[in-house]
C-alpha cells in the first residue's frame, strides 16, 4: 500500500498543474486582447484561490515542489500585473473610500526568489552530484556534509551515474532532484519518494520512485518502476519502458509499463505526440556496471547507447 502523503502529493500535483496550466492559457491570451477590468478581476480570484490550495498543502507536498509552485504563481501575478498596468487609464473619476479587506479576503502573496538563488535555495540542503563531464560515477562522487536524504544532480554531460545498492550500498536517497543533464546513462534505485527532472537530453534514467515529473526534456529514454502515473511538461521524444529486473534489488520494485502517462502540455482527448512506450527490441539488454570503465570507454558506453 502506498503511503498516503505521497498519495495525496501526487493527486494535488496533478490537479494544481491542471488548474496552473489553464489559467496560465487564460492569462496569455488575454495579452492578445485588450482585457476588461472585470475580465482582469476574474483571472485574479482564481490566481488567489490556486495560491490559498497551494497554502493549504503546505507540509503535505515535498517542499522542493512547494518552492517550484510558488514560484509559478509568482509569474502568473507578474503577468497580471503587467495586463493590469496595460489599461488606459480614466482620466476623470470620483473616488470614494473603500474599507480595507479583512485578513481573511486577502490575497496570499507569494514570496519571490532572486532569481541567481532559485535554483541554489532548492539544492542547498540537499546532497549534490554535479559538474562532471566523461566520467563513471557512484556515491563516492556525492557531496555535501549534510545528512540530507534528498539528492540533486545536475551539470552533467557523457556521464554513467551508478546509485544502484551494489555500487553504493550505504547510499540511502528519499527524493531525486535532477537537472541540467545531456548525453548521460542514470542507474538509479527504487526509492520511496518522488522524482523530478529539468532540462535532460538526449539520456537514458532507469529509477523507481512514488512520483515522477519530467520537464523540458527531450529525447530520453526512461526504465520506471511506479504505482502511480509519471507526469511530463514541454517535453518531446520521451519514451517510458518498466524498471529492468535484472537492475532491482527493492522487493517494491515493479515491473509492468501500464502506466499511463499523463503528459499537461497535451491536455486533450487524443494521444500526447509528446511520448510513447520503447519498443522491446530497443530497449537494452547489457547495462553498465562497471565502475572501473575510463573515460573513453565511459564515452564510447553512452555514445552507443544513447544514439536512438
Known amino acids: 500500500m502506498s503511503d498516503p502523503t505521497w498519495s495525496f502529493s501526487q493527486s494535488f500535483s496533478a490537479q494544481f498543474q491542471a488548474s496552473r496550466t489553464e489559467l496560465e492559457s487564460r492569462v496569455e491570451a488575454s495579452k492578445s486582447t485588450q482585457p476588461t477590468t472585470d475580465a482582469l478581476q476574474a483571472l485574479s480570484v482564481e490566481l488567489a484561490k490556486l495560491t490559498k490550495t497551494l497554502s493549504d498543502a503546505t507540509g503535505s507536498i515535498p517542499s522542493y515542489d512547494q518552492r517550484q509552485y510558488e514560484l509559478q504563481l509568482k509569474g502568473l ?44 535555495t532548492a539544492m542547498s540542503a540537499n546532497l549534490t552530484l554535479s559538474s562532471y563531464s566523461m566520467r563513471y560515477l557512484t556515491a563516492a562522487a556525492i557531496s555535501n556534509p549534510s545528512q540530507a536524504t534528498d539528492l540533486a544532480i545536475s551539470d552533467l554531460d557523457k556521464c554513467i551515474v551508478n546509485l544502484l545498492p551494489d555500487a553504493s550500498p550505504t547510499l540511502k536517497i528519499s527524493a531525486l532532484h535532477i537537472r541540467n ?36 526534456s527531450t529525447n530520453v529514454d526512461v526504465y520506471l518502476s511506479i504505482p502511480s502515473n509519471p507526469i511530463i511538461e514541454h517535453c518531446s521524444e520521451i519514451r517510458f519502458a518498466s524498471y529492468p529486473p535484472a537492475l532491482s534489488a527493492s522487493k517494491d520494485a515493479t515491473f509492468s509499463d501500464e502506466f499511463s502517462v499523463q503528459d499537461f502540455s497535451h491536455i486533450k482527448s487524443t494521444p500526447s505526440p509528446n511520448w510513447t512506450k520503447l519498443p522491446p527490441e530497443d530497449r537494452i539488454k547489457a547495462w553498465p556496471t562497471d565502475a572501473s570503465l575510463s573515460e573513453t570507454e565511459v564515452l564510447a558506453v553512452v555514445n552507443g547507447l544513447v544514439s536512438h
Open 77 to 120: 501575478q507578474t503577468s497580471l500585473e503587467q495586463l493590469r498596468a496595460s489599461l488606459p487609464k480614466t482620466k476623470f473619476a470620483f473616488k470614494r473610500k473603500i474599507a480595507p479587506p479583512t485578513s481573511s479576503a486577502a490575497v496570499p502573496v507569494v514570496p519571490e526568489l532572486p532569481s541567481s538563488e532559485r535554483v541554489s
Open 181 to 216: 543533464l545531456t548525453d548521460s546513462v542514470l542507474l538509479l534505485p527504487v526509492i520511496e519518494g518522488s522524482v523530478l527532472l529539468h532540462d535532460v537530453r538526449r539520456c537514458i534514467v532507469v529509477v523507481g520512485c512514488h512520483q515522477f515529473r519530467m520537464h523540458t
